[in-house]
């Protein structure tokens, strides 16, 4: 046998092995619960740092408005983005966890029962924690929850379409992050 035989032998030998010594160390997910809040669009990526610890990057989107009684609009428009980390007590994607991290969202509001909008841009830091029930070795169910607090430039107008504006400057605010019911891929 020669000696490239033997290096092919091996590396298949190595490749028919791989999947049982592979090691899950990214997961992509989606919150389910998003979509229920008028079609909010979201994704997630989470990358194992060790046994314990993920980083984690999360945005939301969602560019819709919906028309309601007497020509109202309604609409809870955002593009957000957060960054931040995951402490798991046990291990990676398994059981409870605890997190952090910081939140910069761009949104426009209006409410189901009122023509008043309310648009601006918020930064800020969160928590939240939950737990990720294994569904099998590479799907889990998590359900979370948090808040999350920082400094909000704002400005009201009387309406979507007229423009007049009502109210405008920055404050601060502590806000729910969210209950979340995410839907994770583990590779």
């Given amino acids: 046998m020669t000696m490239g ?12 092995f791989a999947p049982a010594a592979h090691s899950q160390t990214v997961s992509v997910s989606t919150d389910l619960l998003g979509y ?19 980083a984690n990057l999360e945005f939301r989107y969602n560019p819709f408005s919906f ?43 209006s409410p189901r029962h009122s023509p008043e909008t309310t648009e601006g841009l918020r930064m800020g830091a969160g928590f939240a924690g939950g737990y990720s029930y294994m ?10 929850a ?5 400094w909000d430039r ?17 404050r601060p605010f502590l806000l729910p992050y969210g209950t979340m019911l995410n839907l994770s891929v583990i590779f």
């Fill in 36 to 54: 229920a809040n008028r079609l909010t669009l979201n994704g997630a990526a989470s990358v194992a740092l060790s046994r314990r610890w993920t």
């Fill in 135 to 144: 569904l099998t070795p590479w799907l889990n169910l998590e359900l979370a």
């Fill in 67 to 109: 028309k309601a009684e007497e020509g109202n609009v309604t609409q809870t428009k955002q593009r957000s983005a957060y960054l931040g980390g995951r402490f798991w007590p046990w291990h990676v994607y398994s059981g409870w966890w605890m997190g952090a991290g910081l939140r910069l969202q761009e949104y426009s509001l």
């Fill in 146 to 150: 948090g808040l999350w607090a920082g």
């Fill in 5 to 16: 035989t033997r290096i092919r032998i091996l590396l298949l030998a190595l490749l028919a």
């Fill in 154 to 170: 704002y400005r009201q107008y009387d309406c979507p379409r007229c423009g007049a504006v009502v109210e405008e400057g920055e």
